[in-house]
């Protein structure tokens, strides 16, 4: 340890960026899967319906590792915002692990059932939906503030705070964000009508992400003064035309690459893009606070050798990670079939 | 600063981590043996060809795929329920516990969910080589989340390696080696992945027994497969259950040295033996109000010869303890006994087994075979109870000696935490309930040639046998991506 001490960068920023960085592969990753959990809703068939599951069988168990490591991260990264969150979002959190029970058992279970196939396509569909709409209003209820106490160690609100309009417009852009992820992950991993109906459905879920965009972005700035003058003062005006600007232009790429007969895989590109660029914004309002405006990163960060243990961990395990996990997505590269499966 | 959620609330918290924890890991405790036992029976297949093991390898395949599965929702719900139920523990022990329960999720987590998928669906998209290193990647993967996440409770029954800051009241790392290797992981993680083989054994052999007497009694040869799997069974039971019963014993001394509470409450001793002949007890009924074990039935001085290693060694009992630092004992006293006597029967049978077999009737023994289908779900009893008798005998400490039980709770009100157990009870046995039926039935049917549908096209030495129109369309498109 001895050798990391005279480094003078910030681990408390690092261990931010490494948070938020799971977060957003989380992000982008599940919202793919939960995505299509929706979209089964939309596409009753047998064989649509192997296939969409088909696409996402052998990367949805890692892809909901990254939700682990948030959470796990944050718990030891950042413990006391841990300690204040989950107890202040107590009900979205348990609402949305019960909804993962149920999509992630779908997976295997449906294969398995006799008369109850459908059940499980059922539990598939609504638990994907729920833990969508859940993560989105968890992430509303932190924009919009927990209430803390006195002493800056304990959540002091009560157990429906969370529950407001802005929640959950943001459950529901959430839903629909992911709905986009998941339509065009299908153009790009399936053929012939199925593409084709998902390319309709995915520049439908396109024009309604980039008009939720707009309206919580308007929002969020009313909820608290420090977003306010974050965006709409000095330089933050100038950012705010340009993220607005860059989420139009990719909003007007995304619509042309869905239209009938053009490539695969740039709609589900630029959907991501879409994402890592909200995702930026959503930075730009909270820094420096983890608990907006209430704890910044500091006050909640993990001692320095807390931070140094697990660093180097981080650094040398997760590009290992990134590496198999492209390597596991490599291997299932391509067009899925309805019998691609060990069942 | 009033640190304390209600009384209710927190007893509930603690019924509904006691709950999601227990169903949780019944999960892992058979897929951690059976990660290991695929990896095997896949070595074996690629080494010797032989068929039954590769189609040992696609039975138990299935079955890992939904007990994984299960394990994986379940577990998510425990990296959350330490902040929403257990937020005051968290924000004081997490700066300790944090990081090894990030290696865990790194280290761990990753590995198997990133080969998992390899293992079940990559077969003949990666060869034979990388397929069965992602088999014993998996394998591993499981064992170092039991490395880590033992670590981790552990520290919580002997805490080391640590300083208190005297604002935050967090505990702050100072050695991490200290920390992870803390006194009693090295005996846990033993005698839990130990465990955790023998549960895999047992249920294992169990299912090989079941079919061996099904067979016999309609009149058929049993297949290969159904031969091998309960013969590799009771290999394992006569091997390791002998090895844990020495390692549960040196667990228990080490706790005796480490908790002695907790150990107490194990044996019963309300009074002390300062001249040593402390006895062994049997049976009793733990009676807490009046301090004293009522019917006892015990054997005079045998628990100063195991505790102590002497007839006249000197144990102390729960009368030196004040009573606000008692654990319930009635709870530890029989889950330990209910743990000690299956560990006692998986000997007896492997031992019973060895005989059949130097005899050479190990599949012509119907009541050996019973005996198995019996045991077979034992390993998942003995180690809840064994998990009962070392969490409740930490009892009333979260981190022994040091956080007490009562005030690691989140301040949350009790109908919150009472609507989301309901939630969880509901939920777990419906849907864990469900995936154990379908495990079941998986389970009821034998192992044979039908299990190798895609060994033809899947696997090299069989190759010619039986395409179907399906599987070459697919072998072809793959080919034309290519």
């Known amino acids: 340890m001895s050798i990391t001490e005279g480094v003078s960068i910030d681990l408390t920023i690092v261990w931010a960026f490494i948070i938020a960085f799971a977060v957003l592969v989380y992000v982008v990753l599940d919202g793919f899967d939960l995505g299509i959990g929706m979209l089964f809703a939309l596409e009753p068939g047998k064989s649509e319906r192997d296939v969409m599951m088909n696409s996402v069988a052998p990367v949805w168990d890692g892809n909901e590792t990254w939700l682990i490591l948030g959470g796990g991260g944050l718990f030891a990264a950042f413990p006391l915002a841990y300690a204040l969150i989950l107890p202040a979002l107590y009900v979205p959190i348990i609402l949305m692990l019960l909804a993962l029970i149920f999509r992630g058992v779908a997976f295997e279970f449906r294969w398995r059932a006799r008369a109850w196939k459908r059940g499980w396509d059922i539990c598939f569909i609504w638990g994907s939906g729920l833990a969508a709409f859940s993560q989105g209003i968890a992430l509303g209820a932190l924009l919009q503030g927990i209430a803390i106490d006195e002493a800056g160690r304990r959540y002091a609100g009560g157990w429906w705070d969370w529950l407001t309009p802005f929640t959950i417009t943001v459950g529901v852009a959430l839903m629909i964000g992911y709905a986009l992820l998941g339509a065009s992950w299908l153009v790009m991993k399936t053929t012939g009508t199925l593409q084709g109906r998902m390319r309709r459905v995915a520049l439908r879920a396109a024009a309604g992400t980039i008009v939720f965009i707009g309206i919580v972005s308007l929002w969020t700035p009313f909820l608290q003064e420090g977003y306010y003058h974050r965006w709409f003062t000095g330089w933050g005006i100038g950012v705010a035309i340009l993220v607005g600007l860059s989420v139009l232009g990719i909003g007007a790429f995304l619509a042309r690459s869905l239209a009938p007969g053009r490539g695969d895989r740039a709609p589900f590109f630029l959907a991501l893009a879409l994402f890592v660029l909200c995702f930026g914004g959503l930075g730009v309002s909270m820094y420096p606070y983890i608990i907006p405006t209430e704890i910044t990163i500091w006050e909640a960060a993990a001692p320095r050798a807390s931070q140094i243990f697990m660093l180097v961990g981080a650094l040398i395990l997760v590009p290992i990670i990134l590496a198999y996990t492209g390597y596991a997505y490599w291997v299932f590269r391509g067009k899925v079939t309805p019998d691609t499966g060990y069942h | ?482």
């Open chain 2, 1 to 482: 600063m009033d640190a304390s959620a209600p009384p209710d609330a927190i007893l509930l918290a603690r019924i509904q981590f006691a709950f999601t924890v227990s169903f949780h890991f019944l999960f892992p405790a058979f897929t951690i043996g059976l990660a290991s036992y695929l990896a095997v029976l896949n070595g074996l297949w690629l080494r010797t060809g032989q068929p039954h093991y590769l189609e040992l390898f696609r039975y138990w395949v299935k079955i890992f795929a939904l007990a994984f599965a299960m394990g994986v929702v379940s577990g998510l719900v425990m990296s959350y329920q330490f902040g929403t139920n257990w937020s005051v523990f968290s924000d004081r022990a997490g700066p300790v516990i944090g990081g090894p329960m990030a290696y865990e999720v790194l280290s761990a987590f990753f590995l198997e969910a990133g080969f998992l998928g390899i293992m079940l669906f990559g077969r003949d998209r990666v060869g034979p080589g990388l397929h069965m290193a992602a088999c014993v990647m998996v394998a591993v993967g499981t064992a170092f989340s039991a490395f880590w996440i033992l670590s981790v409770n552990s520290w919580m029954h002997t805490p080391a390696g640590f300083t208190i800051d005297p604002d935050t009241k967090q505990f702050l790392p100072v050695d991490y080696w200290q920390i992870i290797f803390n006194p009693s992981f090295p005996y846990r993680f033993v005698h839990t992945v130990t465990a955790a083989y023998l549960t895999t054994a047992f249920i294992v052999g169990g299912v090989g027994a079941y079919h061996l007497l099904r067979d016999r009694a309609a009149g058929r040869e049993s297949s290969n497969a159904t031969r091998t799997m309960f013969s590799m069974a009771m290999w394992m039971a006569v091997l390791v259950a002998p090895v844990q019963i020495v390692v549960g014993d040196l667990h228990g001394l080490n706790t005796l040295e480490h908790q002695p509470q907790k150990v107490m409450a194990m044996e019963g001793h309300y009074e002390s033996y300062p001249e040593g002949q402390a006895p062994l007890y049997l049976f009793g009924l733990p009676n807490d109000e009046a301090q004293r074990l009522d019917y006892a039935v015990g054997i005079p001085g045998a628990s100063s010869l195991i505790l102590g290693h002497r007839f006249d060694a000197p144990i102390e009992g729960l009368d030196t303890i004040p009573d606000d630092e008692q654990p319930p004992v009635a709870i530890v006293f029989w889950s330990f006994r209910i743990m000690v006597a299956i560990g006692l029967l998986m000997l007896g049978l492997g031992v019973w087994a060895l005989i059949a077999r130097i005899r050479r009737r190990l599949y012509a023994i119907p009541s050996l075979h019973r005996a198995a289908v019996v045991m077979g779900p034992s390993g998942l009893i003995a180690v809840l109870a064994g998990w009962i008798t070392t969490e409740v005998g930490r009892q009333p400490y979260t981190v022994y000696n040091l956080l007490r039980t009562s005030d690691s709770a989140a301040p949350l009100d009790a109908p919150a935490v009472a609507a989301s157990l309901i939630a969880f009870v509901v939920v777990y046995f419906a849907v864990f309930g469900a995936g154990t039926w379908y495990i079941l039935r998986l389970m009821s049917h034998e192992p044979g040639p039908s299990e190798s549908r895609l060994a033809g096209i899947a696997d090299g030495p069989i190759r010619t046998a039986g395409i179907t129109p399906a599987q070459e369309e697919q072998a072809r498109s793959r080919k034309r991506e290519d």
